[in-house]
């Protein structure tokens, strides 16, 4: 991906390339939520990035230019997908990642992850946005470089998702959905448009829908939530490091930051499923929902060009889509009773 995008990124000759060959995902025309919304819209598939989420995108910059600065050590504070990305780049670099995660609230997938790649793994007894604080710490008194998105780098690298949609469409969307958590992709994705756009890349810039998870709407209630809960646990934050950027890129493209219920993500992530036959994990779907939502508000009109990125990948949470899904009947080997069991007899 840095070798696509060099010109726009941090990165000189003398950067060491750290890559997984990230970036190029597929951009799948949605047949259904085009019919239900008279629309055009485009899923950005961004669990296909070899860690199975956006977060490559940012990782192969910062991991890059931190190595090219001396590091060894990455730190960063995650609800399971930077720490996977980040477990995943560090063995790439020959260095270490360091990884906090809220005990008890991350998905085993990238648990799994993060434990396969070698990381040095703290669970904390707290939230996300406690690891935040505890790893930000870190990084002014030990050596280690910090590669949660407040590194500028990350930022950075995850605007070229914004460059393959133009790149892909020939122009910008007028609607760009997607979920927002810590507000880092939010940010980068507005980043890339405006970047874009004033290299005369595209003839316009997208309206920024983003979307919280109503127990996690710090940005929507305009204040800090305490104890955020979601079943999307991706995006299970309170205090985002990214506020500003976020409210930045709401405003700037006349567009909306709104939440979704639990059960709107849940309906979303089984449409997309069953519907599109894509596997995204639950905060993942939270943009669709909203598009859904915003649909039925009337407040996005047939004959749009909508793109929405699902941000990561559905095998990373197998626990909640088996708790929410439909189980499996058992029967003997008898071929009578398997369709019985199957319902064809
Ligand atoms: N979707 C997924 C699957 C995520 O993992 C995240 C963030 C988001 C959306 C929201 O993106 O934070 O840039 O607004 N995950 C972070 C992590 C917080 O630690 O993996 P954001």
Same mark, same amino acid.
């Given at each position: 991906?840095? @070798?696509?995008?060099?010109?726009?990124?941090?990165?000189?000759?003398?950067?060491?390339?750290?890559?997984?060959? %990230?970036?190029?995902?597929? &951009?799948?025309?949605?047949? @259904?939520?085009?019919? *239900?919304?008279?629309?055009?819209?485009?899923?950005?598939?961004?669990?296909?990035?070899?860690?199975?989420?956006?977060?490559?995108?940012?990782?192969?910059?910062?991991?890059?230019?931190?190595? @090219?600065?001396?590091?060894?050590? #990455?730190?960063?504070?995650? +609800?399971?997908?930077?720490?996977?990305?980040?477990?995943?780049?560090?063995?790439?670099?020959?260095?270490?990642?360091?990884?906090?995660?809220?005990?008890?609230?991350?998905?085993?997938?990238?648990?799994?992850?993060?434990?396969?790649?070698?990381?040095?793994? *703290?669970?904390?007894?707290?939230?996300?946005?406690?690891?935040?604080?505890?790893?930000?710490?870190?990084? @002014?008194?030990?050596?280690?470089?910090?590669?949660?998105?407040?590194?500028?780098?990350?930022?950075?690298?995850? !605007? +070229?998702?914004?460059?393959?949609?133009?790149?892909? &469409?020939?122009?910008?969307?007028?609607?760009?959905?997607?979920?927002?958590?810590?507000? /880092?992709?939010?940010?980068?994705?507005?980043?890339?448009?405006? +970047?874009?756009?004033?290299?005369?890349?595209?003839?316009?810039?997208?309206?920024? #829908? /983003?979307?919280?998870?109503?127990?996690?709407?710090?940005?929507?209630?305009?204040?800090? *939530? %305490?104890?955020?809960?979601?079943?999307?646990?991706?995006?299970?934050?309170?205090?985002?490091?990214?506020?500003?950027?976020?409210?930045?890129?709401?405003? !700037?493209?006349?567009?909306?930051?709104?939440?979704?219920?639990?059960?709107?993500?849940?309906?979303?992530?089984?449409?997309?499923?069953?519907?599109?036959?894509? #596997?995204? %994990?639950?905060?993942?779907?939270?943009? *669709?929902?909203?598009?859904?939502?915003?649909? %039925?508000?009337?407040?996005?009109?047939?004959?749009?060009?909508?793109?929405?990125?699902?941000?990561?990948?559905?095998?990373?949470?197998?626990?909640?889509?088996?708790?929410?899904?439909?189980?499996?009947?058992?029967?003997?080997?008898?071929?009578?009773?398997?369709?019985?069991?199957?319902?064809?007899?």
């Amino acid at each position: 991906m840095i @070798e696509e995008y060099r010109q726009w990124l941090p990165v000189t000759d003398d950067t060491p390339v750290i890559t997984l060959n %990230e970036g190029n995902t597929p &951009l799948v025309r949605s047949r @259904e939520l085009s019919r *239900v919304t008279g629309c055009e819209v485009w899923l950005k598939v961004e669990g296909a990035n070899p860690s199975g989420s956006f977060k490559d995108r940012g990782m192969t910059v910062a991991v890059s230019r931190a190595v @090219e600065a001396g590091a060894s050590v #990455f730190v960063c504070a995650s +609800t399971g997908n930077t720490s996977a990305s980040a477990a995943a780049y560090a063995a790439r670099a020959g260095a270490t990642a360091a990884v906090l995660v809220p005990r008890g609230n991350i998905a085993v997938g990238k648990l799994a992850q993060a434990v396969v790649h070698g990381a040095r793994i *703290v669970e904390i007894d707290g939230n996300f946005d406690d690891c935040l604080r505890a790893a930000r710490r870190l990084a @002014e008194q030990y050596p280690v470089a910090l590669v949660n998105s407040v590194n500028e780098d990350r930022i950075a690298g995850q !605007q +070229t998702v914004a460059f393959e949609v133009v790149d892909a &469409l020939g122009d910008a969307p007028d609607i760009h959905c997607l979920p927002v958590g810590n507000a /880092g992709n939010i940010t980068a994705t507005w980043l890339g448009y405006t +970047t874009y756009n004033k290299a005369g890349r595209s003839t316009r810039t997208p309206r920024m #829908f /983003g979307f919280q998870a109503c127990g996690a709407a710090p940005l929507v209630n305009g204040t800090v *939530v %305490e104890r955020p809960d979601t079943i999307a646990t991706a995006i299970r934050i309170g205090d985002p490091a990214s506020r500003d950027g976020a409210l930045a890129a709401r405003d !700037q493209s006349g567009g909306i930051i709104s939440a979704v219920t639990d059960q709107q993500i849940l309906a979303a992530h089984r449409m997309l499923a069953t519907a599109e036959g894509l #596997f995204v %994990e639950p905060a993942s779907a939270a943009g *669709v929902a909203g598009l859904l939502a915003e649909h %039925e508000a009337g407040r996005v009109t047939s004959g749009r060009t909508v793109v929405v990125t699902v941000t990561g990948n559905g095998l990373k949470d197998p626990d909640t889509c088996l708790s929410i899904g439909h189980a499996p009947v058992t029967s003997s080997a008898d071929p009578d009773r398997v369709a019985h069991a199957l319902q064809l007899a």
